[in-house]
C-alpha cells in the first residue's frame, strides 16, 4: 500500500511537471514568434529548454518590428552578435517582479553585462534596461517570463564612450574636454546626460560656441545642466522638474503624447543606454535661467563684433 502511494505521487508530481511547459514552449503558445525564431538560429533553444532555472525578459513580435532595420538585419546576419543580444535578456535564477522592483538594481545577464532595473512610481512602470514589463512573472517549468515591449541592446561603454563614438556629438565631446568634465561623466554612476547634436551647437551660431569654449568655467557650468542623477529612460518621462549638477537651475520635462521634450529642446527618438546611465540625443543647447545673462552676453559680443 505504501508504495502504491508513492508511485500515485511520483505520477501525479511527473504529470504536473510535463502539464507546465518550459521558456520556449511557452513563448512559443504566447505567439512570440520572432524571439523564438531568433533562438533557433542562435542555438540557444535548447538552452532555455533546459533545466535553468533562467529569468527571461521577452520582447514581443512588435518590439522586433520596432527596432531599425538595419539593426535587425545585422542581427540575423550575425549569429555571434544575435546570440550575445538574446543571452543579455537572459539572467540565471528565478527573479519576479517583487524581487526587482528597484530603481538602479542590476542583475548580471547571460551575455555578460549587467541588466539595469527602474521603477518609476510616477508613471507606475518597471523597466529593464529602460524597456517596459508590460506582463510580468509567467512562472514556467524551467523559471519565469517577463513579457517587454522593446529589445534590450548591451550597453557598450559608459556615457563619454557613448558621446565619442557617435558622429553627431562631435562638439559636445570637444565641448566636454574643454571643459575638462571626461572623469566627471565617466565616474558619476548612474546619471542621464541630455546631449545637444552638432545642429543644436550649429544653431547657437559659431561666434557664440567659440566664445563658450573660451569660457571653460560657464562652459563647465551649462554641460552641467544637461545631466541629472539617475538614470531616467523615457518610459519613466513625465512632466516635471528637476535638479541638474549644475545646483542653481531645476531643468524642466515636458511629456506629450508623441513627443519628449526638455526645457525647448526635443528629445530624439533613439535613447542610448550607458553602463552608468542613459544618453538622450536633444536638439537644442538648454541654457539655465541664472546664465542666461551671460550667454546673452557672448551673444550681444558675437553680434557686435566687427571683421
Known amino acids: 500500500m505504501h508504495a502504491l502511494v508513492i508511485l500515485c505521487s511520483l505520477v501525479v ?9 518550459n521558456i ?16 533557433k538560429t542562435a542555438g540557444l533553444t535548447d538552452t532555455l529548454k533546459g533545466d535553468g532555472p533562467f529569468t527571461v525578459f521577452a520582447p514581443s513580435d512588435r518590439a522586433f518590428r520596432n527596432l531599425d532595420a538595419a539593426v535587425l538585419g545585422s542581427l540575423q546576419n550575425d549569429t555571434a552578435k544575435l546570440a550575445a543580444v538574446l ?13 526587482i522592483n528597484y530603481n538602479e538594481l542590476q542583475l548580471d545577464s547571460l551575455q555578460g ?11 507606475g512602470g518597471l523597466t529593464a534596461e529602460g524597456q517596459r514589463i508590460i506582463s510580468p512573472d509567467h512562472v514556467v517549468s524551467n523559471g519565469v517570463v517577463h513579457l517587454m515591449n522593446g529589445v534590450m541592446m548591451p550597453p557598450s561603454g559608459t556615457v563619454v564612450d557613448i558621446v565619442s563614438n557617435d558622429g553627431e556629438l562631435t562638439t559636445l565631446l570637444a565641448a566636454v574636454q574643454k571643459a575638462g568634465l571626461t572623469n566627471f561623466l565617466q565616474d558619476q554612476h548612474p546619471i542621464t546626460v541630455f546631449a545637444p547634436t552638432d545642429k543644436a551647437f ?7 560656441v567659440g566664445a563658450l569654449i573660451n569660457n571653460p568655467t560657464l562652459l563647465t557650468s551649462i554641460l552641467k545642466y544637461h545631466v ?15 535638479d541638474t549638477f549644475e545646483e542653481a537651475d531645476r531643468i524642466r520635462l515636458h511629456r506629450f503624447i508623441f ?8 528629445l530624439d527618438k533613439v535613447e542610448l543606454s550607458a553602463l552608468n546611465g542613459v544618453v538622450h540625443k536633444i536638439d537644442k543647447v538648454l541654457i539655465p535661467s541664472s546664465l542666461s545673462d551671460q550667454v546673452k552676453a557672448l551673444t550681444a559680443g558675437a553680434t557686435t563684433t566687427t571683421p
Open 87 to 99: 543571452k543579455y535578456h537572459v539572467v540565471s535564477g528565478i527573479h519576479k517582479a517583487a524581487d
Open 202 to 208: 550649429a544653431d547657437l551660431g559659431s561666434d557664440v
Open 228 to 242: 541629472i542623477p539617475g538614470t531616467l529612460y523615457k518610459a519613466g518621462y513625465h512632466s516635471t522638474s528637476l
Open 113 to 123: 553585462s549587467k541588466i539595469r532595473m527602474n521603477h518609476y512610481l510616477s508613471v
Open 259 to 266: 513627443s519628449y521634450e526638455v526645457d525647448d529642446g526635443t
Open 24 to 39: 520556449v514552449d511557452y513563448l512559443t503558445s504566447r505567439r512570440y514568434t520572432q524571439i523564438v525564431s531568433l533562438l
Open 13 to 21: 508530481a511527473t504529470w504536473a511537471q510535463g502539464s507546465t511547459p
